[in-house]
């Protein structure tokens, strides 16, 4: 639970490196998280190799901490195991559509979250990269990923070299509903987001952009409807490659 409280996202690495036998046993215990019909939907490509790193960066936008990490993972949605093992068994499997796609997403997911806190445990430190969705195609293609297969997170692992502060989260109730959900109101946005928009470091990047708001960072910025609209583009090309739609 303390740990959990304190995590915080690593993005600078010791030179230790990070056993064989220490990462074999956090990937082997992981798969003991919830999975859809017990059939473990997700496979896990380990990149070490400075080559390997390198091919992966730009879909990342070469930030540096996927070359400088000692290991760099990539769950994948994985439907083609399942297929062949069902082709194996005078069984014809039927998943080569989006529904299973939006399974096997949701069990690499929860593979991965249930890794992480394994892995912070022990004492490693993780960075979480959401840019795996955004270029999936260079992933596949440096992956060598087969069809039904698709790339849904990445994480780069190491023992920390730095101890960033805590950032903000929103209390509980600004995400808990009870029964049905509520909608907010104005008055409510403004009391939930009263303590993240007060912080200095966010009043100083508003400033810093020249946004009156912090919304505004997300909306013009950072996840801008021009970027996700293009970006949506490239998944559902890959997503069609991968015979998930």
């Not at 990539?74 to 062949?84: E, F, H, P």
């Not at 096997?104 to 993780?126: I, K, P, R, S, V």
């Not at 999936?136 to 920390?160: F, H, N, R, S």
């Not at 708001?213 to 583009?233: G, V």
Request: net charge negative; charged share 25%; with cysteine.
């Amino acid at each position: 639970m303390e740990t959990i409280n304190t995590r915080r996202t690593i993005r600078k690495y010791s030179d230790k490196d990070v056993s064989e036998e220490l990462l074999g046993q956090l990937l082997s215990q992981a798969a003991r998280t919830q999975t859809m019909g017990n059939l473990q939907l997700y496979s896990v490509v380990v990149t070490r190799s400075k080559e390997g790193k390198e091919k992966l960066a730009p879909a990342h936008f070469n930030q540096p901490m996927v070359t400088e990490a000692p290991v760099v993972l990539t769950i994948c949605a994985d439907y083609n195991r399942t297929s062949v093992w069902c082709r194996n068994r005078n069984a014809v499997p039927g998943y080569d559509n989006f529904l299973s796609f939006i399974n096997a997403a949701t069990d690499a997911l929860l593979y991965t979250q249930t890794f992480c806190n394994l892995a912070e445990e022990a004492g490693l430190g993780l960075c979480y990269l959401g840019t795996t969705v955004y270029m999936p195609q260079m992933i596949i293609d440096a992956l060598k990923l087969p069809e039904l297969v698709m790339p849904v997170a990445t994480l780069t692992v190491g023992w920390p070299a730095e101890n960033p502060p805590l950032t903000d989260r929103l209390p509980a109730e600004a995400f808990v509903h009870s029964e049905t959900y509520l909608d907010y109101t104005k008055a409510d946005i403004d009391r939930l987001y009263a303590y993240k928009e007060g912080l200095e470091e966010n009043k100083h990047f508003c400033e810093i952009n020249h946004k009156e708001t912090l919304a505004q960072i997300f909306t013009d910025i950072r996840y801008t409807k021009k970027d996700n609209e293009a970006m949506s583009e490239g998944m559902m090309e890959a997503l069609k490659k991968q015979k998930f739609i």
